[in-house]
């Protein structure tokens, strides 16, 4: 999926009722702008270990707490020293 458009990742994420892990901001500005209320996007920001063993490990620590969020169409933005959560859609 490396080549494919944000729109094409997002919309096969809808097609296969998956969640987008990304540290490209760009889709939380297409989620923000389309009214769209899937998929549900977890975003990596700012300082977060660049390992991806490391990375993992930190979305599975909160897989669990943000489970109805993310059923439920959500942007949740890990930063260093936050997790924020914005449902979907964002008016």
């Keep these: 999926m490396s080549a494919a458009s944000d729109q094409q990742i997002l919309d096969l994420a809808v097609a296969e009722d ?36 490391d990375q993992a490990e930190l979305l599975l620590h909160h897989l669990q707490s943000l489970e109805g969020d993310l059923l439920a169409g959500a942007l949740v933005t890990f930063a260093p020293s936050r997790i924020r959560i914005r449902p979907l859609p964002m008016i």
């Design 18 to 53: 998956r969640i987008v892990v990304t540290s490209d901001t760009d889709f939380g500005t297409i989620l923000a702008t389309s009214g769209r209320d899937r998929p549900s996007v977890m975003q990596l920001r700012g300082r977060i270990p660049n390992d991806p063993a």
